[in-house]
């Protein structure tokens, strides 16, 4: 599989973008036709599921329903729409010798995807990777497995009837982790693997594959209120960071509070925190405060300062001063999404400076480290390595480069 | 150290153009002022290197020598010389919701060096790294521990001087294989494994590393001679791809000729190659061209067709056209460094768009791909990777960029 992927890639690679963006209009087409078929497959998926023993909210992420299905077939028709990132020149020079070098965006080459439950990643993975002229290998998860084939079918349809090679995309036909482990050792043919799941997963894939990984861990995203902070854009930034979607990556885990507006400030950020179910673990001066405040706070650990709780659950800590804080996000955080709150350009400046994270935020909340809401349009993962990527990662982080150089006959003395 | 490395690298991320360049300075400064000690520590590795029977050759990589040291302490100011990649701004836009999102360009962070033998490698890495405001972890050869050591001595010194962290360059004081070990499963401090070396040197790191790799393997380069070749620009690109360097990883180590021209072509390069001793091991059509010529020649084994001989030797086929020497670069080639020679420029885009290498050439010697030849006046080496950088590297590519993201109070909805 991997040889033909490689085969394939090459081919792919210099591929016009209309038989591209064919295959994904045929891919849409076809899972509008499908419904029927990929809801059946899907069904065995969540009969096993539920037979296994799954919770309610765990099968819920591995279902397909005619709404679901309709919107996968929208975000395919979107990526047709996006620009091709290939070929693009990103630099061009001349040397006093002669020569012209020109860098050129080109796919990477081969991409293995290893991802878990949700069916959508199958068509996301492929529909990116295809899109940058990549071929991939998927290996999605036991669970779901039924549906991803259901799936590849399509896609390895639409692949042939748009004139491109059907190894472009190929789906493991197996869950078994010796196969994993096999692929992951693969570098003569794949090029970057890109695990998409829970940390466990990533370590796995991290510690066992001689090809490059881009890893995306998740966060503990801080948001800091400054003694400068409009204290209104405080409560309304840390509630949306908190609260908007708990569960995921860019969700903020920690509040750090300047300590000369603890007094005035935390108690309203509390109280705006405590309406929406927030559980607040605090240290042992912002606990005294919201205590005096009546507010319902617990103790914190130490283990909650450098926790990651993708729960209504926030850490709190008063800081001496805008360089504790960073020091404090440097040392507790992930490097993932922090933000400052402030009024003050020279804060907000050295802590954008200060802060060694994938992106930092002044007066906006740590949710927008997003490929669609950065304006990608596409998203194949938010990068936490620090390597080719970092951050959102639309098309073009799924290219690299080559130099193309041209001579009359130039030789190097 | 690592700790302290990555503390000193949010130190160096944030430090000015000039602290670095005065270090640099003192440095140049202090080889230049020490080669007396420098040559005594020197003189304790060459002297155990002739006790452990190492051969000539390699106990002359090992040492230095006043022209050394000069040549060293000049590169050191060239470095200072080169425009600071930090903190310049790679792109910048607005959203719809009026954030402005800002990619500027950091240092990576903390960066482990793995390498051997040379005693310049310690200090070209070490200013390059800190010029793109990188801490640095080096771990040198065995072979040359005490020149390290003293060379690292005056890294420190110079640091010190210039107000800089004095852990932004260290140097591991073992070449206990266990410690390396270690190393490179500290991934939650050094943030990239640059490895510079053999090829067995760089697959350790490759399999044993949890942190990501920058890898430099050598190359199996071709240089193609297309049936519209200029024949002067033939002889003269091959040769010099051939003979001058033989040892290196953009040495030509094969030629293929258009079936049309092999016959005209093929001897008259024979005779160049074979008057600078290059020995050839030919494929059957080649073989016969060059026998009818009266041109000494081997039959080559199939394991020549993949080789690297980093030597006076060149592998010889036959193709059958364009399309062929395309599939062959792609099927036997390693994607380093590749050429074409012709006078038609449609055969001239279709073989660089074809090639999936790293650099491929037009009428000019593969040795080319360098990061002194191309302009960027400092290398740390030549990526045959496909993600981060590709090609030769030089600060940019030490270099990572972070999103500064502005806001005036937007939350997600």
């Not at 085969?7 to 891919?27: P, Y």
Request: glycine share 8%; net charge neutral.
């Amino acid at each position: 599989m991997a040889r033909r992927a490689r085969a394939a890639s090459l081919v792919l690679a210099n591929c016009a973008t209309a038989a591209k963006n064919d295959a994904l209009h045929r891919l849409a087409d076809a899972i509008d036709a499908a419904h029927g078929p990929l809801l059946e497959a899907n069904r065995l998926d969540l009969d096993a599921a539920a037979a296994n023993g799954l919770g309610a909210a765990q099968v819920d992420r591995l279902a397909l329903n005619p709404a679901r299905l309709t919107k996968l077939a929208v975000s395919v028709r979107e990526v047709a729409l996006l620009p091709d990132p290939v070929g693009d020149t990103l630099e061009e020079w001349s040397r006093p010798n002669g020569l012209k070098i020109r860098k050129v965006r080109v796919p990477i080459g081969v991409i293995g995807i290893i991802y878990e439950a949700r069916p959508n990643v199958t068509i996301d993975c492929a529909i990116l990777c295809l899109k940058s002229g990549n071929a991939c290998i998927l290996r999605g998860g036991r669970e779901i497995f039924n549906t991803n084939t259901a799936l590849a079918a399509l896609i390895t349809a639409a692949l042939a009837g748009a004139g491109l090679p059907a190894d472009s995309v190929q789906l493991i036909p197996t869950t078994d982790r010796a196969a994993l482990n096999t692929l992951l050792k693969l570098d003569a043919y794949i090029h970057c693997i890109i695990p998409r799941g829970g940390e466990n997963l990533i370590r796995f894939v991290a510690e066992n594959s001689t090809i490059p990984v881009i890893k995306h861990y998740t966060g503990v995203c801080f948001v800091y209120v400054d003694r400068a902070a409009d204290p209104e854009i405080a409560v309304n930034v840390l509630v949306n960071a908190k609260v908007q979607r708990p569960g995921v990556c860019n969700a903020a885990e920690q509040l750090l509070v300047h300590i000369d507006v603890a007094e005035t400030l935390l108690p309203s950020l509390a109280r705006a925190l405590e309406a929406k179910g927030v559980q607040l673990r605090c240290d042992a001066r912002s606990a005294v405060i919201l205590e005096r405040s009546g507010i319902p706070r617990m103790i914190a650990q130490p283990s909650d300062f450098t926790a990651e709780f993708l729960d209504l659950i926030l850490a709190v800590r008063v800081v001496d001063s805008l360089e504790e804080a960073i020091a404090v996000v440097n040392r507790d955080g992930s490097g993932h999404s922090d933000a400052i709150i402030t009024a003050d350009p020279v804060a907000a400046r050295r802590f954008q400076a200060g802060v060694d994270s994938a992106v930092v935020f002044w007066n906006a909340s740590t949710r927008f480290n997003d490929g669609f809401e950065f304006g990608f349009g596409a998203e194949i993962g938010i990068s936490t390595d620090r390597l080719h990527a970092r951050g959102p990662m639309g098309l073009p982080e799924l290219c690299i480069h080559k130099f193309l150089v041209d001579g009359d006959g130039q030789v190097r003395g």
